[in-house]
């Protein structure tokens, strides 16, 4: 019997059948594929700056201030003007006896002479009107932990709506201008009405704001107070003009 020979034929419309249903298989597949591909949107990236850096040394040093009769609290450093206003002991040249306070208005600045070219450094704010400034040299005459505080009457003669309910004073405390010290400059043995002293607005500090007086933070003020000694020398330079605000 004859062997059939040659090769085994499919059936054209039995292979196109199954290449029908491969495709209708696979593309609800490939077009799911193409679908979430379309639809994704591009990532957006959003930049969140960093929390500002403050040193530990400088958040212990303005940390808040225990065993007073009033509160002392914390000082927000991210509101300082500048952080070279922040206390800290430097190079100064002087030939300033130590214990000797200089001020200079127009660097907004005070040091506590120390001796052997060193200076403990305060940022301060000043008077806003130079013809209320005292400049020279001085004695601090003596000095007061939470002092009351009295509007002089050339302030109550400016803003006697402000100041005139004042005029008796203010006793010391919270809400008290000088804050938690303060330091009286007399001159030829009178009060030159001239103090340095703390602040309920520590943001000033390194700007012109006061009605005169030097104002320091009140961690700062505290540490003043506790290296002067009554009769000690203090002296305020000229201010050089308006150029810095």
């Known amino acids: 019997m004859p062997r059939r020979t040659g090769v085994l034929k499919r059936s054209p419309k039995r292979c196109s059948g199954m290449h029908r249903r491969f495709f209708l298989l696979g593309a609800p597949l490939a077009l799911a594929a193409c679908a979430t591909t379309a639809e994704q949107p591009p990532a957006v990236m959003s930049y969140v700056p960093p929390e500002p850096t403050i040193d530990p040394t400088y958040l ?6 225990d065993g007073e009769p009033f509160p002392v609290p914390a000082i927000d450093l991210t509101r300082i003007v500048d952080p070279k206003f922040l206390r800290r002991e430097v190079d100064y040249a002087s030939d300033e006896a130590p214990g000797t306070v200089v001020v200079d208005p127009n660097e907004r600045f005070a040091w506590y002479v120390l ?40 302030m109550i003669a400016r803003d006697p709506q402000r100041y005139g309910p004042l005029r008796n004073g203010l006793p010391g405390g919270l809400g008290n ?4 010290r303060a330091l009286y400059l007399h ?44 009769g000690s020398k203090a002296i305020v330079l000229p201010i050089r003009g308006e150029g810095m605000t």
């Open 115 to 154: 001796g052997n070219g060193r200076a403990v450094r305060y940022g301060v704010g000043v008077g806003k009107v130079e013809a209320f400034n005292f400049q020279g040299d001085a004695t601090i005459a003596w000095k007061a932990k939470w002092p009351k505080w009295t509007p002089t009457p050339d």
């Open 187 to 230: 001159r030829d043995g009178r009060d030159t009405l001239y103090r340095l002293h703390g602040t309920v607005e520590p943001w000033t500090i390194g700007t012109k704001v006061s009605s005169g007086c030097i104002r320091l933070l009140n961690q700062d003020i505290i540490d003043l107070y506790d290296r002067v000694r009554d």
């Open 60 to 65: 212990a040093m303005y940390a808040a201030v």
């Open 177 to 180: 201008p000088l804050g938690p």
